[in-house]
């Protein structure tokens, strides 16, 4: 038996450690995933932000270039508006000139004076024009005062002196101008400067998280890995626990004192290291926290730091945007200063010619200007051209990057017009630039001919007699000069506006592009990422219910040990009610108590006030509650929404079976229909060789007999008509032979569509299926039932092959023999035929058209099937593209999994905090259990005090005891209130939520059963408590001894009994499947007769070797002794009930699995054990 209990624990051993190693390989290798999925998240977040920021530039600068290009319009039309202005002051200074020159002496002073006065209105009008774009104190005294050119006292050098100072008044006003633009360029550098720094900080500081990220991480997996290393090693030392317990007891049977000494001290050892080891488990769980902790708060730093790149993000878009808006400005004042040149140039009197010149100088040098500006916005134009082919080629290569080959055919053919589109729009920009450059080249022409022509004016102006026609003339070619111009102008903004169009539709197809690449980007995940994500949430979600079970076992231990801690309180109590006290030590257990009296007081402080911090975190942890409910409401929403349930994917996994069943079953029919083909090609053959037979018969017998010729001609006309009907089936069939083989080649295309399809479908159900071990498992089994179908079928092409070979050499075979029917009838037309070998001819054919009209009923049949198995294959398809799941659902069942996995750690941080308090109250309830026992000791080892002084500080002591008990059952009643009140809020929330929290309820459920069995054994105890006591008092009133050695002895039994009753009554509660539960009083009565037991073998000690001694010290020695088999036997029943526990939730997890139906060897092997530990705490 030893021996087959130690090979039992070595291979429990050697299964634990595989199991061990085996979780750990996992637990690597899901950490290695989830590290490289969070690295794959950072990359692809990191190169997000880059897009988005360079489409934030992008997007700014096409701002700042559509802003400028507006500048410029206006700036345009307002040069064109002065050019037009400045072609009628021109005009009107022509008719005054002709005036002046054509005119005599009587009527030149009338002409000179309405001259001056058209010049005045002229004047006016231009004054009125330009003053709204200039102020009133800037304009010259000529624009704000025209009519003084009548004056007659007025002189040329004070308008001169007035010119000058208003030139003087002009240049101070463009050198302010000039310093307010390089303060504001200075300004916008300064403000660039500022924007770089920040970037380069908020780098830093990304790269400074990063780092600390990987360090934690590091952290982590060291913890990690120290924290399995000591599960493995608790793990390796509970197996050898359970081995010396088996040990133990086998021994124990054997009656080995010694050795069973010698292991109990290996049993302490072995609970020592066991502590240590849970100790230091605790502890690396404790860091693991604070490392998550940690990491939680970096997080927060990394939002953070995020938030505050936003900010510095959008502090540069409104730098970008002071920057624009100060260019604007320049803009405008840089108009300003032209309109004022203009209007200075207005400005010069009439009278001088010189003036004249001046203005036609400005004009060419405007008409110069705009050229130049024109030319610099071609320049720009192709500048901003060769951009969009840069970002059009950068987005081919993202595209090229980025789409799935699949989808790269249909979107290279959209793309592909585009991008001719473009190239052609390229095309026509550039032949546009050479029209351009030609009409510059023009425009340069026309400008040197109307310098050529100012020269000639000046010269004629000059001579002061010019004749009316060259005058004329004159006037017509500058008019007509002006017109070219104005038309040259008018063409170049349309071309403008042209290109402008074409820029903005470039943008437009530049940003339909960047977001086409983004949807694909963000659309498509990969599988292996998708199957990842999926498996590491599933073990989250198991490893978090396994630490349920295990939080919810050791609450009920928990509550277990503090039940037996009170009855061993409540005991203490009672002994020290019923024993005496001395008189010496009677004043010290006053002041101990006292003392104790107020360590209690400060103790239920203490409780209070952790009570108070209690029910607050009670609230804070109900508004968490809540949020968490409102959160798996809406999961539960979008799950109801957009998931499918387990029972459809399983019956449409039935119906594909089915269909895939019924496709086999075809393909076996088809298989026996080819058998029988094959069978029918063979009797053809046969019949083929009997007709060879039958013609060279035929041959022999025409040399042999001959027949008259009426016969033989009625034979001919029935043969000829035969033959026909014959060539006609011929035909038939040769048609019906086309048209299955035209019906073959499409049936093999659609078969190799159909398998490019299901590969395809295929590739999406593995890829994309969300669905669990069994929905693989069923992929696998159609997988392979799919490659079985498609070997079919590849043999059936095969066997196709072969019989469209086969039919071929028939088809040449009839050939031959419609030859030599043919020359058997040209013979037959010269020799005759008898009767006999007629009718065995039209025997013979009449066999071979039946067995062909068969042959042709069989492939129509085999048709048929083959066109039902590609319907039904057809289905499965669509079948299968309905039960695939899209990528969006994923996302989805990600996130939802990713809330419960949250919600199931919030509760069981909840669990851990519960059972720290029960444990810390455990730990306050053995201090006082140890003070009370030293207490007791003392008390027992001095002498006796009066009856009545001890009664009365009994009573005291007693009343204390009593309202300290009452404080405590107040805290306990606290307690239970809230828990009544949470556990009362959580039902209210069920009932209005109960179909949307299924998840909590099986929870709460399983912690109701448990608090269901732990009142359950908390009424067993007090009965037995109840009846234990009962029959102890009736043993104490028939024992006649004294009572000063025994009562010690009886409540320090009691303890381990009511452990060993309520041990063996959950066995009998859990144990139904192995026999009938014992009742309790049939369990005090054995606890009765283990009581005796030790009476009688404390009566057999040896009483004589303390015979020499006083009676005191007898007595003292007995309690000695009689103390110290107490504690042995304390402690042994205490290791029995733990083996006892251990064996229950090792029994439990047996019988879920015998339940299950999984009834192995060592399962059995196990409740056997069960069984004999049992009855061996029964005995």
Not at 782 to 808: F, G, H, I
């Amino acid at each position: 038996m030893v021996d087959e209990v130690n090979v039992r624990s070595n291979q429990r051993e050697h299964q634990n450690l595989q199991d061990l190693e085996t979780e750990n390989e996992d637990l690597k290798e899901r950490l290695r995933k989830i590290q490289q999925e969070q690295r794959i998240l950072l990359d692809k977040v990191n190169g997000l932000q880059l897009q988005l920021n360079e489409e934030v530039m992008v997007a700014d600068d096409l701002e700042s270039e559509k802003e400028k290009l507006k500048s410029l319009l206006t700036a345009k039309e307002k040069q064109h508006e002065e050019s037009l202005r400045t072609i009628e002051a021109l005009r009107s200074r022509f008719k005054h000139f002709e005036s002046d020159h054509l005119g005599s002496g009587s009527h030149f002073s009338s002409r000179k004076e309405d001259m001056l006065l058209k010049q005045g209105q002229m004047y006016m009008t231009d004054s009125q024009c330009a003053s709204p774009g200039v102020p009133v104190h800037m304009q010259s005294r000529s624009m704000l005062r025209p009519l003084e050119l009548s004056l007659p006292n007025q002189t040329s050098y004070s308008e001169s002196e007035i010119l000058k100072k208003e030139l003087e008044a002009m240049r101070t006003f463009c050198d302010s101008a000039k310093q307010d633009r390089l303060k504001l360029q200075n300004e916008l550098a300064h403000k660039v400067a500022e924007c770089k720094a920040l970037a380069l900080e908020c780098e830093r500081v990304k790269e400074d998280s990063d780092e600390q990220i990987k360090q934690l991480e590091d952290a982590l997996k060291d913890v990690q890995r120290r924290m399995y290393e000591s599960e493995g090693k608790v793990k390796q030392m509970q197996t050898h626990f359970l081995a010396l317990k088996e040990h133990l007891t086998s021994e124990a049977a054997a009656g080995n004192h010694r050795l069973t000494e010698e292991l109990k001290d290996q049993l302490k050892d072995m609970k020592a290291k066991y502590e240590g080891a849970t100790a230091e488990v605790g502890r690396l769980r404790e860091q693991v926290r604070q490392s998550e902790a940690l990491v939680e708060g970096f997080r927060r730093d990394e939002g953070r730091l995020a938030g505050e790149s936003r900010r510095l993000q959008e502090e540069v878009s409104r730098c970008h945007a002071e920057r624009e808006q100060r260019g604007r400005e320049a803009a405008e004042l840089e108009g300003r200063l032209r309109e004022l040149s203009a209007q200075l140039a207005l400005a010069i009197p009439a009278e001088k010619f010189e003036s004249m010149k001046s203005l036609l100088s400005s004009e060419v040098s405007e008409k110069a200007k705009k050229l130049a500006e024109v030319e610099r916005e071609y320049e720009r134009s192709l500048s901003e051209i060769r951009q969009l082919k840069r970002e059009l080629e950068s987005l081919r290569a993202r595209l090229a990057q980025h789409v799935q080959a699949e989808e790269h055919g249909p979107l290279r053919s959209r793309l592909e017009p585009k991008s001719a589109e473009l190239g052609k729009k390229v095309t026509e920009l550039t032949s546009k630039n050479q029209t351009l450059q030609k009409e510059i080249e023009k425009l340069c022409l026309d400008n040197k001919l109307l310098t050529q022509q100012v020269h000639s004016l000046t010269a004629e102006v000059k001579d002061h007699y010019v004749p009316l026609k060259v005058s004329e003339e004159m006037k017509k070619s500058h008019d007509a000069l002006v017109g070219d111009l104005n038309k040259k102008l008018s063409d170049v903004t349309q071309k403008y506006t042209e290109k402008k169009l074409e820029m903005e539709k470039l943008l437009m197809e530049n940003a339909s592009l960047s977001k086409n690449v983004s949807r694909l980007e963000t659309v498509f995940v990969p599988p292996e990422k998708h199957e990842k994500e999926i498996v590491a949430l599933k073990s989250t979600i198991v490893e978090l219910k396994k630490q349920l079970s295990e939080l919810n076992k050791k609450c009920g231990e928990d509550k277990e040990k503090i039940h037996l801690l009170i009855s061993e309180n409540t005991n203490l109590k009672q002994t020290v009610s019923r024993q005496h006290v001395p008189v010496e030590t009677h004043e010290e257990v006053k002041t101990a108590l006292t003392s104790t009296l107020d360590k209690t007081n400060r103790e239920l402080a203490d409780a209070k006030k952790k009570c108070e911090d209690i029910n607050q975190g009670f609230v804070k942890i109900k508004e968490e509650n809540k949020e968490l409910k409102r959160n798996l409401e809406n999961t539960q929403n979008q799950i109801k929404a957009e998931y499918i349930s387990l029972k459809e994917h399983e019956e449409q996994m039935s119906a594909m079976r089915k269909s895939m069943q019924k496709a086999q079953d075809r393909g076996a029919e088809a298989l026996a229909s080819y058998q029988r083909g094959q069978e029918e090609i063979a009797t053809l053959h046969a019949e083929i060789a009997a007709q060879r037979r039958e013609l060279d018969t035929i041959q022999e017998c025409i040399k042999l007999k001959y027949t008259p010729i009426t016969s033989l001609e009625e034979c001919e006309r029935k043969f000829k008509a035969t033959e026909k009907e014959l060539k006609e089936q011929l035909s038939a069939q040769t048609q019906k032979w086309n048209a299955s083989e035209a019906e073959a080649t499409q049936r093999k295309r659609e078969n190799e569509q159909l398998k490019t399809e299901l590969r395809a479908l295929q590739k999406d159900v593995r890829d994309r299926s969300a669905a669990a071990e069994k929905a693989q498992q069923a992929e696998r089994v159609l997988s392979r039932r799919t490659e079985e179908l498609n070997r079919q079928v590849s043999d059936l092409l095969q066997k196709y092959t072969e019989a469209k070979s086969e039919k071929e050499k028939l088809a040449e075979e009839n050939a031959k023999q419609t030859s030599e029917i043919l020359a058997a009838q040209t013979r037959l037309q010269k020799q005759h035929v008898p009767l006999e070998q007629v009718e065995a001819l039209k025997k013979s054919l009449n066999g071979t058209i039946e067995a062909l009209r068969e042959e042709l009923r069989a492939k129509q049949r085999c048709y048929e099937t083959e066109q039902q198995a590609v319907a039904q294959l057809q289905q499965m398809l669509e079948n299968q593209k309905n039960a695939s799941v899209p990528l969006a659902e994923h996302l989805q069942m990600k996130e939802a999994f990713e809330k419960e996995a949250g919600v199931i750690k919030a509760s069981l941080r909840e669990k851990e905090e519960e059972s720290r308090n029960k444990t810390e109250e455990v730990s306050k309830l053995q201090a006082e259990i140890q003070s009370t026992k030293r207490a007791l000791r003392t008390l027992e080892t001095r002498e006796v005090v009066d009856l009545s002084k001890y009664k009365a500080t009994k009573s005291d002591l007693e009343t204390q005891v009593s309202s300290l008990n009452e404080k405590l059952a107040n805290l306990n009643r606290r307690y239970e209130e809230a828990c009544e009140e949470a556990l009362r809020a959580k039902k209210k929330e069920r009932s209005a939520k109960s179909d949307k929290e299924l998840l909590h309820f099986s929870i709460e459920q399983e912690i109701k059963d448990q608090q269901e069995r732990c009142d359950k054994s908390l009424t067993t105890i007090t009965e037995l408590q109840s009846r234990i006591q009962e029959s102890a008092k009736q043993i104490e009133a028939k024992d006649n001894k004294p009572l000063v050695g025994r009562v010690p002895r009886l409540p320090a039994l009691r303890a381990p009994c009511q452990v060993a009753g309520v041990s063996s009554q959950v066995l009998a509660s859990d144990l139904k499947l192995v026999g009938p539960s014992s009742h309790p009083d049939l369990r005090i009565t054995e606890l009765l007769n283990d009581v005796e037991r030790l009476k009688q073998a404390l009566g057999g000690l040896p009483q004589l070797t303390c015979a020499d001694g006083s009676p005191s010290k007898r007595q003292s020695q007995l309690v000695d002794s009689l103390q110290h088999q107490v504690k042995c036997l304390q402690q042994q029943l205490a290791d029995a009930a733990r083996q006892h526990q251990e064996v229950v939730a090792i029994y439990r997890t047996h019988l879920l699995s015998a339940a299950q139906g999984h009834m192995d060897e060592d399962v059995q092997a196990a409740l056997l054990q069960i069984i004999q530990m049992r009855q061996g705490l029964v005995c």
